[in-house]
């Protein structure tokens, strides 16, 4: 019997897993799941780790370093992976520091520094360093999730690097540990310091010894090779080995990208930003143009000076952000110059700026809310320029270069000559006013010949920095994209003493091998492969926007780690990992494992993985990735679709029966729902919950005596109906259980002057069947929904829905489940929300005054689809000071928080935000959720109700508002 190359990695993998645990190495898995999850960073490569550690204490990132220097594997060092370069996966074990070893480990505001764990998330640091005015200087776009182990290891730099510096000068001390197990405390050293340490011996000593003999020796090339300019990054900084910069270790480790050594702790730098700022944003022709102003402006005193192409922001759908890009200056390139200072004197510095820029057109930002939703777009550009304006995939790969900057405008003139010449594409944004520019382009992986382009573009785009005197690198390291042609920026000199370097370090090759010297090859390991061929699966769902290919959406996540930000704060993504903070249950981690799945080698049994079933249990499907991740990875459809295969021919899980049908169930349910009620509230309850699949910590919501469709069909319309028909949309939630919130949308409706109509017969959207990938009975129910409203779309008559998940599903969800069917994309393009109708296509409609104040919980899957503007502008104009929660999701999701196992994730998820926010507010505050969900939430987990804004309205209308009641209070 022979053994495949398979088989001899799982061995080596249970081997070395074993090896660890015994160790007391912290949590250690080595599971095909969990390596499938670390296979990947934010760069084109993929490396399957034999084991993965989470260290807890101290000793664990000893007793691993111990373990794996038994065994002779090696070790990559991990924050949160969100390199761009590869230098954060490898073949043997990697060590994620960022769940666990992440404390703040003092700071002291009069000293104005920090020590830090590597874990530590950089915003939870400035957060801590903001309650005494000072913040870290050096702020990557990725701030919201990236480690500062990371940033020391690449040398982040970040917008603000102009002002503040990069991380190496913001870093004082470190205390590191050697792959050989040496620990020892870094920073500046005197000559009688490094005296008194070689005299002493030991490990330390000798170490000391051969790197201060290897600057001694070579004064003259670290003097005029590097250092030559700020973001000369690439290579290693031996420049901080010289006399003058007091031969300091700590710094010359700084974008060593834990080749040399792992961080146990870092000692760092805070700095007091300006008291006030302005963001002056300027419009060029092009890019181009932007570059070759950058001379004169840096001559100003700036905290930053971003470049942004349009080419990138025409890549943005989602509507808010869109709107925010429909204000900038009409051109098709902008800079971003952010200046500080006293809040008097901006205003001259603003317009003194602006005289320099010679622009074609400019705005002075002072407002603090407008001037973050333009830094997020900046932000949000290393996801958008995975995507071409096209649609087409862009990568990595040249992603990082700089030049001195008064050099960009002709390098950027050439590069583009270069990207024309091999007939590739990409958007600019970067670093400009340091020289750094970011691109991804629409590289070819799938084939040899692509991977041939690739190869020749990436020598050639490094001949040309280096002819400017520019760094292959200027912020995200060399690592697997760039360390193979660090000869063509260096002499031989200057390699041969990176090769000393590495090597008086970590004569065992046992850290991050591969990077940097002995480069592995730029175009090995790459994440795609013309040689690599998926398993060939079939889908329900088209994904036209990845061509039909399951395996190319999955791989839409391209690692920028978004959906890793722990705080939750201006979005949805990802509720689960924000209570778990585990890899597994973040969106890239599950888009991981699927895409590994779709290759076969690590996931092995396709649809049936236990390992994607097991990633994807804690996804909420709350849609909030569609729309938050800067690539539109939509976990909750790639579920959906997963567990319709997972499930097929099999005995699925108990609540995809009793909630996945919940709206069949609930018709019966309303034939006796006072017997069913008892039932459910009686000592039965826990066995029901158990035979439904249900947690015992929740309470079932309790059915309605009477069902909105049987009241209405029995009542007589009213209001002159002047505007003409409206459906209503009689959602299975609101019908069956909270139906006062259906007569409330048909009484504001009737006063706007709208004759309300219903579907015929009892209609459902199959969002319960969606949710638990049942979708060949979704698509039948669809089929039957969109012949039933046919009439009505056809005739333009508005579809208007009071339930956020299912207004969603008719609009997003019905059209691709029936691919190509006219009518369901007519009923996509006429479903509103009640706000959207009353705001966009109701003139001259005035909504009654009142005098309120409301705080507002949007929906999961609004928030996803079509966002709270329009609500916003409503409640405007009837005058509520309203309040929106700046995040996530109420964690009940649907069937989700129902479910048994989800419970403490449920609460946990609701508890990130909303539920505070509720018991915090003002008795007279009315909490708004229009979601069912989200009241139930509310009403279960607090002392308040939850209301509906179609309830609000209708209750300050006249004859109306004495009729309708929140039941939840009753």
């Keep these: 019997m022979t053994t495949t190359a398979q088989d001899q990695e799982r061995l080596d993998a249970a081997a070395v897993t074993d090896a660890l645990a015994q160790g007391d190495c912290g949590e250690v898995h080595g599971d095909a799941g969990r390596r499938a999850q670390y296979s990947a960073d934010a760069s084109n490569y993929r490396r399957i780790p034999l084991a993965v550690v989470f260290p807890r204490e101290r000793r664990h990132v000893l007793n691993t370093l111990d373990v794996c220097r038994r065994l002779g594997v090696p070790i990559t060092s991990r924050g949160t992976g969100t390199s761009t370069s590869g230098q954060a996966v490898g073949s043997g074990v990697v060590m994620d520091f960022s769940r666990y070893f992440n404390r703040l480990l003092a700071l002291d505001p009069d000293a104005r520094t920090a020590t830090v764990q590597p874990g530590i998330v950089l915003d939870d640091l400035q957060k801590a360093a903001a309650a005494h005015g000072l913040l870290f200087g050096a702020d990557p776009s990725t701030h919201s999730r990236c480690t500062l182990g990371g940033m020391i290891g690449n040398n982040a730099c970040g917008s603000h690097s102009i002002a503040w510096g990069r991380t190496a000068e913001n870093v004082l001390e470190l205390e590191v540990v050697t792959y050989r197990g040496t620990v020892l405390r870094l920073g500046e050293m005197t000559q009688a310091e490094i005296g008194e340490a070689v005299a002493a011996g030991g490990e330390r000593g000798e170490l000391i010894a051969a790197l201060h003999q290897l600057a001694e020796r070579n004064l003259a090339a670290l003097r005029t090779e590097l250092g030559r300019f700020p973001r000369q990054v690439s290579g290693y900084a031996l420049e901080h080995l010289l006399p003058e910069r007091r031969f300091n270790l700590a710094r010359a480790l700084v974008g060593s990208e834990g080749t040399l050594a792992v961080i146990l702790s870092a000692t760092v730098r805070l700095v007091a930003p300006p008291s006030a700022r302005a963001l002056v944003v300027l419009g060029y022709p092009d890019a181009i143009a932007a570059a070759d102003a950058v001379p004169a402006l840096v001559k100003h005193p700036l905290l930053a000076l971003e470049g942004l192409d349009r080419s990138l922001t025409d890549i943005v759908t989602r509507p808010e952000t869109r709107r925010t890009i429909d204000t900038l200056p009409r051109t098709q390139a902008w800079l971003f110059a952010e200046l500080g200072g006293q809040e008097d004197e901006l205003s001259r510095l603003a317009e003194e700026l602006v005289a320099a820029a010679g622009c074609a057109g400019h705005e002075i930002v002072t407002d603090p809310v407008r001037a973050r939703q333009l830094w997020r777009i900046r932000e949000d550009g290393a996801g958008l320029a995975t995507r071409t304006p096209e649609g087409s995939e862009a990568w990595p790969g040249w992603e990082d270069a700089a030049v001195p900057p008064e050099q960009l405008g002709s390098y950027l003139r050439q590069f583009t000559e270069l990207l024309a010449r091999h007939r590739l594409h990409g958007a600019v944004y970067g670093h400009f006013g340091e020289g750094c520019l970011h691109v991804r382009v629409d590289f070819d992986f799938t084939t040899d010949h692509g991977t041939a382009v690739f190869r020749t573009f990436i020598t050639e785009a490094a001949e040309l920095v280096a002819a400017h005197g520019g760094s292959l690198s200027g912020e995200h390291g060399d690592g697997q994209a760039r360390s193979e042609l660090l000869p063509l920026m260096y002499g031989p000199e200057v390699i041969a003493l990176f090769e000393r370097f590495k090597g008086i370090w970590d004569p065992d090759n046992g850290l991050n091998p591969g990077m940097i010297v002995d480069p592995l090859p730029l175009d090995g390991n790459l994440r795609i492969s013309a040689h690599r061929t998926p398993l060939p699966l079939a889908t329900v769902f088209p994904f036209h926007a990845d061509d039909g290919d399951f395996a190319k959406a999955t791989r839409r996540c391209v690692g920028v780690g978004k959906c890793r930000t722990a705080a939750p704060r201006g979005g949805v993504m990802c509720p689960s990992y924000r209570v778990t903070l585990d890899e597994k249950d973040s969106t890239r981690g599950r888009a991981r494992v699927l895409y590994e799945m779709t290759q076969g080698e690590v996931v092995t049994d396709g649809w049936r993985s236990a390992e994607v079933r097991d990633a994807l249990d804690l996804c909420l499907s709350c849609k909030g990735c569609s729309a938050d991740c800067p690539v539109g990875v939509d976990v909750a459809t790639y579920k959906s679709e997963f567990l319709h295969h997972h499930y097929k021919g099999r005995l699925r899980p108990a609540s995809h029966y009793s909630m996945g049908w919940l709206p069949l169930l609930s018709r019966l349910a309303a034939r006796m729902p006072r017997l069913v009620n008892a039932l459910t509230a009686s000592r039965l309850a826990p066995a029901i919950k158990r035979l439904g699949g249900i947690a015992a910590e929740r309470d079932v919501p309790r059915f309605a005596d ?251 209308l006249p004859r109306i508002h004495q009729q309708t009641r929140n039941p939840h209070r009753d």
């Design 706 to 956: 009477r069902t909105f469709l049987t009241w209405f069909r029995a009542r007589t319309p009213e209001g002159d109906g002047r505007r003409g028909p409206v459906v209503l949309w009689v959602d299975s939630f609101n019908n069956h259980f909270t139906p006062d919130v259906l007569k409330a949308g048909v009484a504001v409706l009737e006063h706007a002057g709208y004759r309300v109509q219903v579907p015929d017969g009892t209609q459902c959207c199959g969002l319960t069947w969606i949710t638990t990938g049942q979708l060949g009975i979704a698509r039948r129910i669809a089929h039957r929904t969109t012949r039933a409203l046919a009439p009505a779309t056809r005739a333009g008559i508005p579809v208007v829905g009071l339930e956020p998940s299912c207004t969603a599903a008719l609009r997003s969800d019905l059209p691709e489940l029936l691919d190509g069917d006219t009518d369901a994309r007519g009923l996509a393009r006429s479903t509103l929300t009640l706000a959207e109708l009353l705001v966009h296509r109701t003139p001259g409609w005035r909504p009654p005054r009142i005098d309120a104040r409301s705080l507002s919980q949007t929906h999961c899957h609004q928030h996803a689809t079509s966002g709270f503007t329009a609500d916003s502008a409503l409640l405007a104009a009837m005058g509520v000071d309203n309040s929106v929660l700046d995040s996530g999701c109420c964690g009940l999701a649907g069937n989700f928080g129902f479910e048994r196992g989800h419970y403490d994730v449920s609460v946990a998820a609701g508890e990130q935000a909303l539920l505070p926010a509720v018991r915090a507010a003002a008795p007279d505050t009315v909490v708004l959720a229009d979601g069912f969900s989200c009241r139930t939430q509310i009403a279960q987990r607090t002392d308040r109700g939850g209301t509906h804004l179609a309830e609000l309205i209708a209750r300050a």
